[in-house]
Nanobody, 120 residues
Framework: QVQLVESGGGLVQPGGSLRLSCAAS????????MGWYRQAPGKQRELVAI???????SYADSVKGRFTISRGNAKNTVYLQMNSLKPEDTAVYYC??????????????WGQGTQVTVSS
């Protein structure tokens, strides 16, 4: 059974930094891409950043230059370094794994979400 486990959320002041981590557990052959989405109260879930298995990255315009997505050496881990945080970055952040190949399944997976609150 594939699971995504996130960590690293919390409360931070404007201008501060946080680092989110996500690890995919279970027997996995490959993952096409991993990414981070966020959902603020009353808003739709939106893509924040994505990184492919080849290392290509893409970011939402609102976070370019402030956030950095990277994959760990284990390849089934992904990080989101968030700098210069703003109150409008407040949201629940979700890890996503795209096209996960496992011994008995193939599909997309979501983490449980981690709260990020930017406030003074």
């Amino acid at each position: 059974q594939v699971q995504l486990v996130e960590s690293g959320g919390g409360l931070v002041q404007p201008g501060g930094s946080l680092r989110l981590s996500c690890a995919a557990s279970g027997r996995i052959f490959s993952i096409n891409a991993m990414g981070w989405y966020r959902q603020a109260p009353g808003k739709q879930r939106e893509l924040v950043a994505i990184i492919t298995s080849a290392g290509s990255t893409s970011y939402a315009d609102s976070v370019k230059g402030r956030f950095t997505i990277s994959r760990g050496n284990a390849k089934n881990t992904v990080y989101l370094q968030m700098n210069s945080l703003k109150p409008e970055d407040t949201a629940v952040y979700y890890c996503h794994a795209d096209d996960v190949w496992a011994p008995t399944s193939r599909g997309d997976y979501w983490g449980q979400g981690t709260q990020v609150t930017v406030s003074s």
